[in-house]
């Protein structure tokens, strides 16, 4: 597990808690959406393939979507997705020896402390998707057929929107979904991979 993003993402929770509360207070329900940058992060080592070789994917970081609708000041559900697929590159024994792009989808139900202020932590807990395409292969397998299959899995959030008016607000999040792939070469099974990415994001939303 990174411990990194852990640290990260409770500084941002401790100093957002610290600021002083507005006294004017934002709409408290309604739809929103939010353009954001965010970087998936797999866990470090992926398992073992084959029995054999050692599975490492690298991160990657695109451009998100995120729609969503707060019932209350408190509660709120969302969906999130990459407007474009994750690109990374698979080393096997330390060997780059494959690309793969997905597409996961989560949708979360947040709690929002501090409700009503300008400064608003939360957490969040949902479940995940993910597709899983265009495979390459390159290196000590080059030319053979890899098949990585879809996922899915439970995610969970930790964050904070900063709201500069009303409607208008900044956020910083990380999200852990627990995420598995079957993985398959020439048709036949090797194993799978534990990707169980850690994804880290910033953006900027509207509250409508």
Do not use: C
């Amino acid at each position: 597990m990174k411990t990194i993003p852990l640290i990260l993402s409770g500084g941002i929770l401790l100093a957002a808690a610290s600021l002083p509360a507005q006294a004017q207070k934002v709409d408290q329900s309604g739809f929103y959406g939010a353009i954001g940058y965010d970087s998936v992060q797999p866990q470090s080592g992926n398992g073992t393939l084959a029995g054999t070789f050692k599975t490492d994917i690298n991160n990657d970081a695109e451009p998100t979507l995120t729609l969503g609708y707060r019932f209350n000041g408190s509660w709120s559900a969302e969906a999130w997705l990459p407007i474009t697929k994750f690109k990374h590159e698979v080393r096997l024994a330390g060997m780059p020896s494959a690309d793969i792009k997905h597409m996961p989808f989560l949708v979360t139900a947040q709690y929002h402390f501090m409700a009503g202020s300008r400064v608003q932590p939360f957490v969040g807990l949902g479940y995940g998707w993910v597709s899983v395409s265009d495979e390459q292969t390159k290196g000590p397998i080059a030319g053979t057929n890899l098949g990585v299959g879809n996922g899915n899995g439970v995610t969970a959030q930790l964050g904070v929107d900063l709201f500069a008016t009303d409607n208008l607000f900044v956020r910083a999040d990380a999200r852990y979904f627990d995420w598995k792939s079957k993985v398959s070469l020439n048709g036949a099974d090797i194993g799978q991979v534990k990707v169980n990415p850690w994804i880290l994001g910033v953006g900027i939303g509207y509250q409508f």
